[in-house]
């Protein structure tokens, strides 16, 4: 499927994104701790904030993905890859995540951190994800997520704003992450 930006719609196969009455977004995550839960219920929070209306879930509790017209996919990271679900997950519904509205983020410790961005070199495992689904944006957040509160909202922002005009990449005017 192939996501297409007409006017102020997304387009998705069949479906039409309409962001005037708000995308519907799943923020969906896996994690053995607290710190990538946070990150998600505070992308949330800044979708929610800009109209959009958004389910948190882990990747074990996900459901009804059709019923979604973007994703936000997170992992906590251990040994440079995600956890064993989240890459399952992200495998087993490649075909429904290609081409369509998703961004990536991952929670890992601070000596994973390279100016707000994945570093390329981090992981194999996470680059062949990438590549698999195409995300729009992939962010690295480090454990200490209060610290992090204004790159995550700065975040939350760009992606409700992209999913706002109808674009398939960020809109002019939103620059990339901030160094960290």
């Not at 209306?53 to 019923?67: A, F, I, K, P, Q």
């Not at 929670?107 to 590549?131: F, I, K, Q, T």
Request: proline share 6%; hydrophobic share 40%.
């Amino acid at each position: 499927m192939q996501t297409m930006a007409t006017g102020l719609d997304i387009r998705w196969g069949d479906r039409v994104v309409r962001p005037s009455a708000g995308a519907r977004v799943l923020v969906l995550y896996a994690s053995t701790g607290e710190s990538t839960p946070l990150v998600a219920a505070r992308l949330a929070v800044g979708l929610r904030e800009r109209g959009h209306r958004v389910d948190v879930s882990t990747c074990d509790e996900v459901v009804g993905l059709e019923l979604y017209d973007a994703l936000v996919l997170g992992s906590e990271v251990v040994g440079r890859e995600w956890l064993p679900e989240a890459d399952a997950f992200v495998r087993s519904n490649a075909g429904g995540l290609t081409g369509r509205p998703v961004w990536m983020f991952s929670v890992g410790s601070p000596s994973s951190r390279h100016g707000g961005l994945l570093s390329r070199n981090e992981s194999r495992g996470l680059r062949d994800l990438e590549h698999l689904i195409g995300p729009q944006d992939t962010r690295l957040f480090t454990d200490a997520v209060e610290r992090e509160s204004l790159e995550l909202d700065g975040w939350a922002a760009r992606i409700g704003e992209t999913l706002r005009e109808g674009t398939s990449k960020a809109p002019p005017g939103f620059p990339a992450a901030s160094p960290g």
